[in-house]
């Protein structure tokens, strides 16, 4: 009962009804936070060497829906960058309205990921990038030669793949539009009041949302969702304590084939998760509060009031970052020659 009752202490904390409790309440223990990190100004890659050239190209490519079979979708379309790199759809659209069979997660902070997918089938953002790209249901082109073939046949990519890899006497590859597009969503970070708080500054969270924090805390909820992403570094079991009832995405089992791996799921990030609804792998879940509410549910085996939720909720708006709103700025595309193959509608 005691639990229970701190639980409930959070939500009148930073009200009228504010009490010593409610002080003891938010005074975060600092042992507590090491957990946790500030996001990385940018999220470097060995492999993959973030340079300007390579980023505004990366850029180009983000925005140019003649990368799609019908011309007419762009990773910008399902991952949006003015809406925190979602659509706001549960299942996203492509290649002749055909709807995808997972939500599409938001590229910000992406990159610092340990896999991507909610599979975990690629290692890298520059992985991933290819895969949409082919992908029959998503931009659908054929192969990897077409997508060559459309570039190619704009001189003003040429150019800038040619400056973007230099030391490349075949520049212009199906590998290096994923190099530069990954490098590009490497800059995309967003960092939040809560970052300021981990660098010490105690006043970049009100009382009531330093409760929230100590709510969270106290739930477990920092068990997957932790580090400098809040999450995007382990995989689990949906339903890890209780059954989840739909059990028809088997997950990561679609990589592994290992039984194991059933409804296995990469956690994702909480970063910007006020901004990213709808929620879980499948855009079922409409609301923040209810995502909280059946995770505690289904991975901690915790029923949350809504006073419970209610405080979390408060924590998690936090995560909300700015949107580096000139880095995302959409570019003028070089325009298409006679060369230039035209869409394709069936």
């Not at 890298?124 to 895969?131: L, S």
Request: one cysteine or more.
């Amino acid at each position: 009962m005691k639990a229970r009752h701190n639980l409930g202490i959070a939500v009148i904390c930073g009200t009228a009804l504010w009490s010593a409790a409610c002080a003891r309440k938010t005074a975060v223990d600092p042992a507590r936070l090491q957990v946790f990190q500030a996001l990385p100004a940018v999220m470097d890659s060995a492999a993959n060497p973030i340079t300007e050239d390579k980023v505004n190209l990366g850029r180009m490519l983000y925005y140019d829906a003649r990368l799609s079979r019908g011309q007419d979708v762009s990773c910008n379309t399902c991952h949006a960058l003015d809406k925190y790199g979602v659509d706001d759809e549960a299942l996203s659209t492509g290649f002749k309205g055909q709807k995808g069979a997972r939500n599409a997660p938001t590229v910000y902070n992406a990159a610092g990921h340990f896999v991507q997918f909610w599979d975990g089938r690629a290692p890298t953002v520059e992985e991933q990038a290819k895969g949409p790209i082919l992908n029959p249901v998503e931009m659908a082109m054929k192969d990897q030669k077409r997508v060559v073939e459309v570039l190619r046949s704009i001189p003003e990519y040429v150019e800038a793949f040619q400056k973007a890899f230099p030391d490349q006497k075949d520049s212009l590859t199906f590998d290096n539009v994923a190099q530069a597009i990954g490098a590009f969503e490497r800059k995309l970070v967003t960092s939040s009041r809560w970052d300021k708080f981990l660098g010490g500054d105690q006043a970049a969270l009100t009382d009531q949302e330093k409760a929230g924090l100590n709510t969270f805390l106290d739930a477990g909820c920092q068990a997957c969702h932790s580090g400098a992403f809040m999450g995007g570094s382990v995989f689990q079991k949906l339903g890890a304590v209780k059954p989840y009832p739909d059990t028809r995405d088997l997950g990561r089992f679609d990589v592994t084939n290992q039984d194991a791996d059933k409804q296995v799921f990469k956690v994702p990030s909480l970063r910007n998760v006020e901004k990213t609804a709808p929620y879980f792998h499948d855009g079922s879940v409409k609301t923040l509060e209810e995502a909280v509410t059946k995770m505690a549910n289904y991975q901690l085996g915790r029923s949350l009031s809504p006073a419970d939720a209610t405080s979390i909720l408060a924590f998690l708006k936090t995560l909300t970052g700015d949107l580096p709103s000139e880095y995302i700025k959409e570019p003028a595309l070089p325009k298409s020659t006679a060369k230039t193959p035209k869409p394709e509608k069936a």
